[in-house]
């Protein structure tokens, strides 16, 4: 509920700004929701590694899908900003690391083996929070990571998804519909609707398909078919809006750092 | 088959076994639309190879069968729980063959059978009790009339549109949809065997024990001189006789054919048995037939001579993947032009779902399985997706009437797949899931964290 609240509050701001004003403006308000966004997931990293010492494994389950809330909501930009912490904090398929390492622990028969992985999720996490504060943002950067994350939103889940251990993949997949939503909003979708009314409303309708088939009580309820459709339909728009927003065509694949 | 004058067969046959064991990874968890355990062999390495009747004859294939090819493997044609766990056609029958290690608990006896007639797929078709049926191949199903297992239907048409809509719940298909799946099914060919001449009659090639196997195919049965294996299986006549017969496994069923059979276990209506000694001992059992052992033995040697062919896998990869793709976007040449947005449409959905799970086999940067090539792999990422877009492009065009601009988006998809893209899907393979060590890597750390959840 907070992050929904700041969210709107940037798009206030955003508003404000919309007429004349450099993206970078809006890049660094939604800064903060970035830091909000990690800052919770680091939040639950430490509740989960001090329920994992106290041996309070039901709290522990808890705290884990508590920051993943966070993480999955940062996945805007974690693959392009950051992706040797995204590969440390989430890798995947891994039994020794990161969210999944200690999910297949913790949502398995070895909960009580989880801690040491616990201890390196949170200093990884704090680094991130050290980082996401000074690191260098870009318009171009965002919308990219937005386009990238729609497309991963619609590809196939039947196989049960990334965090099938713990069965919260559709945990995972609304909260970063939830992330789209917040970056677009926050960044571009003022700027888009005073440049092509039409197309701005065609995002947002978009926006919506994706989040409303992402609205059903168990993922194998999701309709694959028309995720991928919304998913698709999303990232046509937004790149027909890239040149409206100055950006250049977004790039589906992070080049190297 | 393995020959005993050359190792080379036996080499590629344990290569090619080791590569489908490597691959298999059965569906696991509480949140998946097919029953945990559920083995769709969809990450094998090898596939049954898929030999055209009109290519091989030194022609192409029709509008027609490219059509069928890409309807046979479209999930969409399906319904219910078939589509929403992306089952095609195709699925069951890999490359038109069969799919030996297809299994969904609760629907299959053996791996290779799957009841149809269950409760998970279409409620309304359900008949109460569990009764798989094999999963047969469709080469050289333009001679195997009448179909299904027990012979039931005359017309493959008839077959084709009963599996769609009451199999697997789907909804009617058009006319022109089922015409194609029916041409495309009549051009697999049978994969040729040199080691039968004219009138299915082995030739010189074949060894003592095969020719004594194929005298006792032929020798009157001791109890009914009327009958011999050949009455049935008629050498020249692609070793069918079109009828349905009582052999001692449960009621009639259809004379099945022997050609390509090597490759079509499990056998009999049901998949009950696993190997040719198995049928051979059933066969010696209920008619009584007084084989001794070294008979047994020889008949085995020349059914399995018979049931041969030529390279029956193909190892899959960056080129054979681009080339199904590549079959499959052809319809679009003719859809465009003409309009017709139901193909419009199939293609689109049909080769976007290829891409993607193209795109899976290059691992992206969170993947500890591989840490080479990642600036080739982003790349190979990439030019996929930016073909699922522009695909998507020619889809949301077309629907909108706009023909123009959705023929402009497919000439640039055309050029890219097939000049760009593949190059850049090359330089990426080797750190790709189609390389074997990374595939067992990968698959070896995803088989680690959910075992790790298990135990």
Known sequence: MRLTALCFALWVVAVAAAHGEPSDAAVEEYRLAMIENIGQALSGARDLRDALNRQDFINARKAWIGARVGWERSEVFTSGFVPDLDEAIDAWPDANAGFHGIEAKLFGADPADAGDQADALVAHLAELDARIRT????????????????????????????SRVSGTSLDDMRNNADGIDCAYRDLFAVKLEAADKILADRVEDDVKWLKALLAVNELRSVDADSLRKASEALIVGLQAAAPELGLSAPALEEAAK | MIRSWTLAPIVAATLVLSLRLAASFPVYGQQTVLPAGSELDEQALVAPREVFRSEAAGGRKSYLVNLGDLAFNAPALLGGVARQA????????????????????????????????????????????????????LRGARYLAPYGNDGRIASLRDFVR??????????????????????????????????LGPAG?????????????????????PHDPDMSCATCHVPSGAFVDHRQHDVGSGGLFKTPTLLNADFNAPYFHDGRFDSYDQVVGHFNRVFDLGLSTGERQDLVA?????????????????????????????????????????????????????????????????????????????????????????????????????????????????????????????????????????????YGALRQMLQTANK
Not at chain 2, 93 to 103: D, L, M, R
Not at chain 2, 167 to 193: H, K, S, W
Not at chain 2, 201 to 221: C, I, W
Not at chain 2, 395 to 421: H, I, K, M, T
């Open chain 2, 201 to 221: 009659r082995l030739t010189a090639r074949a060894s003592d024990a095969e020719r004594r196997g194929e005298a006792l195919f032929v020798r009157p049965f």
């Open chain 1, 135 to 162: 690191m260098q943002l870009t318009p171009q950067g965002l919308f990219n990571g937005i386009v990238r994350l729609a497309y991963e939103v619609g590809d196939s889940k039947v196989d049960g998804g990334e």
């Open chain 2, 302 to 442: 020349y059914l399995t001579t018979v049931g041969d062919a030529e390279r029956p896998y193909e190892r899959d990869g960056v080129g054979a993947a681009l080339k199904e793709i590549a079959d499959f976007a052809t319809v679009l040449d003719t859809a465009i032009p003409a309009h017709d947005t139901d193909v419009i449409a199939l293609a689109v959905d049909t080769v976007d779902r290829e891409l993607r799970e193209l795109t899976e086999q290059f691992p992206d940067h969170k993947d500890p399985a591989v840490s080479g090539g990642q600036d080739e792999r982003r790349r190979a990422r990439g030019a996929l997706k930016d073909l699922v877009l522009r695909l998507s492009r020619i889809g949301l065009a077309a629907s909108a009437g706009q023909f123009d601009a959705a023929s402009v988006e497919y000439r640039d998809f055309r050029n890219l797949a097939l000049a760009a893209v593949p190059n850049l899907l090359r330089a990426a393979q080797q750190w790709s899931l189609f390389n074997p060590a990374i595939r067992d890597a990968h």
């Open chain 2, 162 to 195: 009963n599996v769609i809509v009451n199999e697997f719940a789907g909804p009617e298909p058009p006319a022109a949809t089922l015409d194609a799946i029916v041409a495309y099914i009549q051009d697999i060919d049978f994969l040729r065997n040199f080691s």
């Open chain 2, 86 to 137: 992306g089952i095609s056609c195709g699925t069951c029958h890999v490359n038109g063959a069969a799919n030996p290690k297809f299994f969904i608990p609760g629907l299959s006896r053996h791996a290779g059978t799957f009841d149809t007639t269950g409760p998970l797929l279409n409620p309304k078709a359900d008949n109460g009790f569990f009764d798989p049926v094999r999963i047969p191949s």
